[in-house]
């Protein structure tokens, strides 16, 4: 299987800076990726990372190809750091 990782970042110029516990902050992005690999049933995979920066808040966005999160965990999902 094979995992191809695509990134962008919006806009390129403006510095980000992200309040909150580093280690949570990396241990989230980390188990939403493996989330992601995990679900690709042996296919080929797409995982795009974006990074969004509007005024004073960062959106990060990761989506895949894979089977999808069931409708009833989606509004569980919203996470917000302050």
Known sequence: MNVIFKYSI?????????????SD???????????????????????????????EKVEIKIKDNGKGIPKR???KLRITLM
Do not use: Q
């Not at 919006?10 to 580093?22: A, C, E, R, S, W």
């Not at 980390?30 to 509007?54: A, H, R, T, Y």
């Open 10 to 22: 919006n806009p390129l110029y403006k510095p980000v800076f992200i309040k909150g516990d580093y």
């Open 25 to 55: 902050f990396c241990r989230m992005i980390s188990n939403l990726l493996n989330n992601s690999v995990e679900v690709m049933e042996d296919k080929d995979g797409i995982i795009g990372i974006d990074f969004i920066v509007k005024e």
């Open 73 to 75: 965990w989606l509004t």
